[in-house]
Nanobody
Framework: QVHLVESGGGSVQAGGSLRLSCAAS????????MGWFRQAPGNEREGVAS???????NYADSMKGRFTISQDNAKTTLYLQMKDLKPEDTAMYYC????????????????????WGQGTQVTVSS
């Protein structure tokens, strides 16, 4: 059984930093795409960043320079390092995975991903 479990969310003041983690288990595919998405109340779920099993990355334009996606050497944990956080970054953040992917498509769109975690809340106060 496959699982994606996010952690690391919380409350932070504007200008602060957070690192989100996503623990992946039960997956057997050697090629994949993993992504971070976020959804604020009343908004659509939007792609934040993605990383392929070969290490290549994509970012939504508004996150470039502030957010960094990475994975550990064992490729079982996905990270999202966020800095210079703004109140508009407040949202539920989700990790997602698409197995057997030859590449991560851009723009980062939710319908490309099959497996999803439950999310972790990030709240940025001004």
């Amino acid at each position: 059984q496959v699982h994606l479990v996010e952690s690391g969310g919380g409350s932070v003041q504007a200008g602060g930093s957070l690192r989100l983690s996503c623990a992946a288990s039960g997956f057997t595919s050697s090629t994949y795409c993993m992504g971070w998405f976020r959804q604020a109340p009343g908004n659509e779920r939007e792609g934040v960043a993605s990383i392929h099993s070969d290490g290549s990355t994509n970012y939504a334009d508004s996150m470039k320079g502030r957010f960094t996606i990475s994975q550990d050497n064992a490729k079982t944990t996905l990270y999202l390092q966020m800095k210079d956080l703004k109140p508009e970054d407040t949202a539920m953040y989700y990790c997602a995975r698409r197995s057997w992917a030859t590449e991560c498509t851009y723009p980062i769109q939710r319908y490309h991903y099959k497996y999803w975690g439950q999310g972790t809340q990030v709240t940025v106060s001004s």
